[in-house]
């Protein structure tokens, strides 16, 4: 069988990359002094701020579209990186040139934050920060070559995350966090191309680093990827991979989610397959990822009907789908001992 070079060449084409950490290590404060007998507890967990996501989800948004190789790319991945260390974190900075389905160069940039370092025992925590270059599933052909503001598909995840950063400074839990903010997740071939088929090029930033982690050799408990968590009237399922590959974490995360009153956005219910960073982390990294992401299988609309159009802006971002992710996030990661 002749080699795939399709498949490799664009995996392997890392042409110049570079990993740079920035210190700020005050990091390890005595995690608190309850002992849960597993489960959830006694444990104080914080109280989320549905605002504050609001506002990170909105900052970026006010960039413009994120999209690799553009300005607002930059400006944005550089807010994203000073807020990071701001919280108190150690933050790495992985730039890395990657070869896009049509042979675009992207200057991306992994922007990976590490609370509590030196903690053997943690917990990974991921979202695309890039923006998708195309409004694809636009009706309008001239619309559809048009970047998107992306403020559900990329910066909901990226701001749920920032207020947990903001919320790991002020309160330590016992375990070690990891922050992953993935570049050019969104740069997969677009509906409307019409060379040939290739494979893997959604989720480019997550195979970098799942070839290139930021530590060598790194490993966590598990993963949670949150991916359009911010939809008015969102519903998450059981997303089918990461049922297969972390069953065990996608029970403990809905129960977490139903327990705190939050069971109307996380139906215990099978939904779809899809492809997205997780894949990667797990098959590169063998960390079993459990993606949170808005895909209702019974609707038409699937992720949403504003889901790669420009329909996805400021408007249809509900505080209310913010806090119901982003206090089962902090509920499961407080418990975690
Ligand atoms: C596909 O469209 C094949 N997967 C969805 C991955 C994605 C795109 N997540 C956000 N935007
Ligand atoms: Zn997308």
Redesign the pocket.
Known sequence: MKRNHTLIIPLFALLIAGITACGNSKNSQAAGDTTPAGGASNVSVPAFNADSAYQYVKAQCDFGPRVPNTQAHRLCGEYLFQKLRQFGAQVYDQHADLIAYDNTILKARNIIASFNPDNRRRVLLCA?WDS?PYADEEQDEALQRKPILGAN??ASGVGVLLEVARQLQQQAPSIGIDIVLFDA??Y?IPTFYRGSYKPDT??LGSQYWGRMPHVAGYNARFGILL??VGGRGATFYYEGFSQRTAGKYVKKIWDAAHRIGFGSYFPQRNGSE???DHLYVYQLRKIPCVDI?NYDPNASSG?GDF??THRDNMDIIDRATLQAVGQTVLEVIYNEQ
Do not use: Q
């Open positions: 695309h998708r598909d990329g997740e969104d997969g959604w989720c991916d359009m899809v492809t997205d992401i992720f889901w790669h």
